[in-house]
């Protein structure tokens, strides 16, 4: 009897446990929520590296001079540029799921839980049910962006990521709250955008991680640009008014524009799943594994 394979989540982990689980002659059940490829991958890295091209593109636009042209203009068209990001993820979805498809791979639409070691419990988004019994089970349901309790995403002017690829309109102050790899990479696409932009920093660098001297380098990067940097501040609470945002800081500081876009990490897609009910130790949200990526419950991996 083949070993029955069950993976929660059809991220790039676990679209490709699943095909690798095939091609080794499991009976492979892929269950998946949102979009097959990834929500972070699909939703996220990709649309940002396309709007990141368009920017880069913008900036030798305005170059242009300099290489003896004149008259050289440019101005994003985000209804094009949302058209040509769905058709990338419309491409690379349909290129997963019809590789998991041609290898036996069933899929299924729908949010898993563990209501057992060896039963996971699918809701579909019409709200019916269905076990899946399984020898092996691989959590691999990612994550999801941040929302502290002091801030109400509406999706129009207070934004996460994920309504930022790209935003409904261009904004035309956007405020990121966050200086880590996500939050500066929106201030430079913003900026290549046309946009002012003020970033919020909590502590006395962008990229608090990594090398005060690349550090440096950006900061002069972002001030040439026109970025405003609140340096030491710690966002705290967020003004809505008709056409206007005011983000207010723990140091009495308030930074002023037409959006704010939130990028302080993420958090895992773990709750409400079931996991200590069987036994599963987590970490903060996060499934503890070893180095062969078992949790504490031997058949079940993350």
Not at 23 to 42: C, K, P, Y
Not at 182 to 188: A, D, K, S
Not at 232 to 249: E, F, N, Y
Request: net charge negative.
């Amino acid at each position: 009897m083949a070993q029955r394979f069950v993976v929660i989540g059809g991220g790039p982990a676990g679209n490709q446990a699943a095909s690798t689980a095939a091609r080794f002659g499991a009976e492979v059940t892929l269950i998946e929520r949102d979009v097959v490829g990834g929500a972070a991958h699909l939703w996220d890295c990709i649309p940002s590296k396309a709007m990141i091209a368009t920017g880069g593109a913008m900036t030798e636009m305005r170059r242009a001079s300099g290489m003896g042209l004149v008259q050289v203009h440019a101005e994003p068209d985000f209804d094009a540029l949302r058209t040509r990001i769905v058709g990338i993820e419309d491409r690379l979805e349909s290129s997963v799921t019809g590789l998991l498809r041609s290898q036996g791979v069933r899929l299924i639409q729908g949010t898993g839980r563990l209501v057992g070691p060896h039963e996971v419990e699918v809701t579909t988004p019409e709200g019916d049910t269905q076990v899946v019994p399984a020898d092996t089970i691989v959590l691999s349901t990612g994550s999801r962006p941040r929302i502290p309790d002091w801030a109400t995403i509406d999706g129009e002017r207070v934004l996460t990521t994920r309504h930022a690829y790209p935003p409904p309109t261009l904004p035309e102050h956007l405020v990121v709250i966050g200086s880590g790899v996500t939050g500066v990479e929106f201030v430079h696409m913003f900026s290549a955008f046309g946009a002012q932009v003020t970033l919020i920093v909590s502590r006395q660098q962008v990229l608090p991680q990594k090398d005060p001297e690349v550090a440096a380098v950006l900061e002069d990067d972002f001030i040439k640009r026109g970025v405003k940097l609140f340096k030491g501040a710690r966002a705290t609470a967020i003004d809505v008014t008709d056409g206007a945002v005011s983000v207010r800081c723990d140091d009495g500081r308030v930074a002023k524009g037409s959006h704010v876009l939130l990028c302080i990490g993420s958090i895992p897609n773990s709750e409400s799943m079931g996991l200590t009910d069987i036994g599963i130790e987590l970490d903060s949200g996060y499934v503890v594994v070893d180095h062969n990526c078992k949790s504490t419950v031997p058949h079940i991996y993350a």
